[in-house]
T-cell receptor, first 113, second 116 residues
Framework: EAGVTQFPSHSVIEKGQTVTLRCDPI?????LYWYRRVMGKEIKFLLH????????ESGMPNNRFLAERTGGTYSTLKVQPAELEDSGVYFC???????????FGQGTRLTVV | AQTVTQSQPEMSVQEAETVTLSCTYD???????LFWYKQPPSRQMILVIR??????QNATENRFSVNFQKAAKSFSLKISDSQLGDAAMYFC?????????????FGQGTRLTINP
């Protein structure tokens, strides 16, 4: 069984540009989560999908961030326009049900210069 | 709001010895879960061990065990017979036992080095 896959693994963009991160969850996992770790600090929750619906987006920092999960399969996280403080590692995780183990991807390291 | 604190940014241990990583948390909830995750360099984060708050018995997984002190809101991880493959970032995490509110709240992480 394939694990959670994230693309790209690294991205370096200039301030003001747009970047789209992608997450492919484990097949059959209805729950998909995005997290972010900035500058060696704690990993912080961004949002949670149940299938294609946003269950909890309380962690989204501002309206420059847009997450989608069309069809309830893969998810994208777009940052537009990117700012320096958006640099960090973005993790995606998925779980089959709300109270089963969450499996994480390797993360996307985003650097905004 | 729930918070998780890991007060040890870095720890090191000799191979084959035992090391304990500390974690404290703050919550007003009575039903929750606690986790230790491990992230080896350039690899995916994986679940090491999980503890249900309603269980008094400490969870164990082979060489990994926890000391769960609910009243003190403490959740330390003990790694016995440390191996080189245990070198990683370790994150303590909390999750409410409530559908729709199951986001993980993480600590800052502890980088564990194993000395051969």
């Amino acid at each position: 069984e394939a694990g959670v896959t994230q693309f790209p693994s690294h991205s370096v963009i200039e301030k003001g540009q747009t970047v789209t991160l992608r997450c492919d969850p484990i097949s059959g996992h209805d729950n998909l989560y995005w997290y972010r770790r900035v500058m060696g600090k704690e990993i912080k929750f961004l949002l949670h999908f149940v299938k294609e619906s946003k269950q909890d987006e309380s962690g989204m920092p501002n309206n420059r961030f847009l997450a989608e999960r069309t069809g309830g399969t893969y998810s994208t996280l777009k940052v537009q326009p990117a700012e320096l403080e958006d640099s960090g590692v973005y993790f995606c995780a998925s779980s089959r049900t709300w109270n089963t183990e969450a499996f994480f991807g390797q993360g996307t390291r985003l650097t905004v210069v | 709001a729930q918070t998780v604190t890991q007060s040890q940014p870095e720890m090191s241990v000799q191979e084959a010895e035992t090391v304990t990583l500390s974690c404290t948390y703050d919550t007003s909830e009575s039903d929750y879960y606690l986790f230790w995750y491990k992230q080896p360099p350039s690899r995916q984060m994986i679940l090491v061990i999980r503890q249900e708050a309603y269980k008094q018995q400490n969870a164990t997984e082979n060489r990994f065990s926890v000391n769960f002190q609910k009243a003190a809101k403490s959740f330390s991880l003990k790694i016995s017979d440390s191996q080189l493959g245990d070198a990683a970032m370790y994150f303590c995490a909390y999750r409410r036992d409530l559908q729709g509110a199951q986001k993980l709240v993480f600590g800052q992480g502890t980088r564990l080095t194993i000395n051969p």
